[in-house]
């Protein structure tokens, strides 16, 4: 069986800045409630995955403090 291989066009930057963007389009659509509180978790989450890439990129990687 072959694996499915798929190539990503967009970078992990771009593809975490666009769902955080979204979700958070979205969440503002909500009222207050759980639902709009996961949108936004989710967002925040995408963000720290973002500056954890950068961070892991970076030229001068050393551990945070």
């Given at each position: ?41 989710k967002a925040r989450q995408a963000d720290t995955a973002s500056h954890l ?13």
């Open positions: 069986m072959k694996r499915r291989r798929f190539t990503q066009t967009e970078s992990l930057q771009q593809r975490l800045a666009s769902f955080a963007e979204a979700a958070r389009a979205e969440a503002a659509t909500l009222s207050p409630g759980p639902e709009r509180d996961a949108l936004l978790k890439d950068d961070w892991a990129r970076s030229k001068g990687l050393q551990a945070p403090e």
